[in-house]
């Protein structure tokens, strides 16, 4: 595989839209900028003069502080806008809120957005490079690549280890966006959640599906569980927490079926006793802090890739 | 195309610019060699070899990225971002005497986004430039202490710098 | 009757060996169209000129009876920003449509005789097709209170539906069935079942999955198809299935009609065109995607084609559905469901249709005229002597490219938009007028 020296879109929305050489591009431009975090004087001047809007209609405190310091560190201006008494909840559409920022001039806006698809509909009007920074259920790119990194980072490679994804898949863009990128690179992926939370056709994207934990855990390199919000119950997915912890909760004990060396992830924030037990989140598989760590190390190299030059 | 410098004039060039510096400097105390990516890494690393060698102390040496430092990248459409490749400076600089060193000096531009970075790296107590070559046409007002060789070029010339290390044989050849 | 906004004068003129298709009359050849005083005088060969104009048509054109689209929203009363009776019948014309049945979500709803009596007054004051209300089957469309059939159809309403949403429950269905009957006139439903649509948006299956858009599972249409079909049999009344999508409905219709049923089923030219791999395209979310039922997978698609082709489906009927450029410009989740049709459905039928070979121009004929007019009990589906003269001149081999900005209707939302297709209408005839003539055809002396 050839390495690429530039992604080929002016945009990031998906995994979906990278080749496996552009995600390689991204994970080894990190690796230079996370050295930039070890630095006393964590700064260097590349984005200097740019300007990043954080456009955020949903609440993030941990995504958005993220791509803060990112664009912090780049030295790139940066504008935060939350939907709290913006605009848009005085009904203003999607692409009228996209115009009045793009009247300010940004060079790349991060945006996420409660319905999948906003950052598609608002890059066919949008000057500015636009950062999928979470879209409904759709996906997550940023969160995929930290993952990814976080992986080859303990692994040493994507290629050929066993990823077992666990939780509520229907309502996951982690999901999706980590299939998509596992696929690409190699891996072999199983995902796992109650048949009430699968949505139909994943099999066509040459991943294993199954009910069963024990079966997903079976010799698995790494294990990513998802989070399962307490609005599943009342949307009759699930008959209560105690019965999906049983049945899918992640234990020590459930571990043991895992790969010698297993990793455990988690995108956060984790709703423990309920999809991973207190025990796995800070035991010794745990690689959850590493994940948010590296999470600003790949937003530098996001926005490093698709700010270069005018006319790009 | 003319090969101005053969394997045995870099080195010797090389041998020459270690004495120089031991001289300046009365030794290598406090002292530590940087090269600039790509290829003032292996010169760097030489230099501290041929130091060891004639002191007999260990210099310390690290290596330096300057692309996020460059004052073209954002301005122009120059296409694909370059690739960054990694910094690592595994010592404290402070107090130090900063050897840089690099393969080409031409504009300034480097050593300028060089300087910004090492000065993000702590404070010095100052620093050196070392170059294999030095070929004219500064845009900056910079100039190095230690030259391999002076090579007058104009500027539709290029001046290639190989390095058995990395380019399998030593030679400088000017271009055009 | 209505009258016409006199757009032009009735022609008086004799078509000349002109390729009529009429399945009703069983005519399918050359024949002479005398067409004076808003009617068809006579239809034959070797006919006297008798004082009219003798016009020959361009080679390739057909002569069909006035094509009927029983599934439109015009909009008016209440959302003119989207259409208007004026606007919708202009479209209509251009599609080659002599006719239309509107759908009663309007606002007000068209649940009282005082509102299809506006609607109908409109249409004589402003449309250039002829436009035949529907009614509420519910007061407010909310399923708990019939309305008064009686007076519906006797201010001129020729169907009852509660479109946009499902007639609410078994026993609505039976009394309105049962109701209806005695006026002959048919329930038709969107069938859904709210509980497993829930608030979907897209097709329930791989591609709503990857792109994270709640799914409509085809199931949701087809359980409510098969509960309006036991209620026709308990009734013995005429259950006619709205936009039918998904191939367990087919199957549910084709059985029915099998044990004798009275049901009926349509379907759009979208659902046997487009798959919900159209979501992916032109980067995707393309809100002219979205629609209620929604676009399914291929499977559902080819069955369409299939009941098109062997008879189970009677009728292709567009579901226009006007929207403002500012509600479709929202996000996929939020945009309302719907596009327009009127312009696009005789394209894309003879192209998709007849010239890829699933049905041929009789059959169309039927799907876009006769059956219309026999669901609903209107006049016309054929070419009869002394009929009021309501003609559409197709143009089979015309090709066509359609341009979004170009269409007559207010709104421009359709997913076709630079799609080349090979079928047009070359001219419209309604009451004997010439209300819509195609600029690209050589029709200068009709």
Redesign the interface.
Known sequence: MTTATALRSRHLLGIEDLDAAEIDLILETALAMKEVGARPIKKVPTLRGRTVVNLFFEPSTRTRMSFELAEKRLSADTLGMTTVGSSVVKGETLSDTARTIEAMAPDIIVMRHGSSGAPHQLARVCKASIINAGDGTHEHPTQALLDAFTIRERKGRLQGLRVAIVGDLVHSRVLRSNLWLLTKVGASVVVCGPATLVPPGLERMGVEVTNDLDRALDGADVVMMLRVQHERMHGLFLPSVREYFTLFGLTPARMKRAAPEAIVMHPGPMNRGVEIDSDVADGPWSVILDQVANGVAVRMAVLYLLAGGEDS | MAIVMDADRVSRSLARIAHEILERNRGVENLALVGIRARGVPLAERLAAMLRDLTGAEVQTGSLDITLYRDDLMRHAVGPQPVIRRTEIPFSIDDKLILLVDDVLYTGRTIRAALDALIDFGRPRAIQLVVLVDRGHRELPIRADYVGRNIPTSHQQSVQVRLAELDGRDEVEVEG | MSKFEVTSSKLEVLLKNVHVIDPVAGRNGLFDLLVSSGQVARVGRDLPADGVRVVELPAGCVVVPGLIDIHVHLREPGQEHKETIATGTASAVAGGFTAVACMPNTDPINDTASVTQYIVKRAAESALARVYPIGAVSMGSNGEQLTEIGDLRAAGCVAITDDGRPVASALLMRRALEYASMFRIPVIDHCEDPSLKGDGVAH??????????K?IPGAAESVMVERDISMAELTGGHVHIAHMSARQSLRAVRTGKERGITVTAEVTPHHFVLTDEALRER???D?NTKMNPPLREEADRVAMIDGLADGSIDVIATDHAPHHA?EK??????APFGIVGLETCVPLCIDRLVHAGVIGLPRLVELLSANPARVLGLPGGTIAEGATADLTILAPDQTVTIRASQLRSKSKNTPFDGWALKGAVAATIVGGRLVYVNSEMNLRHL
């Open positions: 329930e299956g791989a591609v709503a999955s990857m792109l994270g858009l799914g980067g995707g979310y809100t500012d410009g929202l996000e996929y989740d939020r």
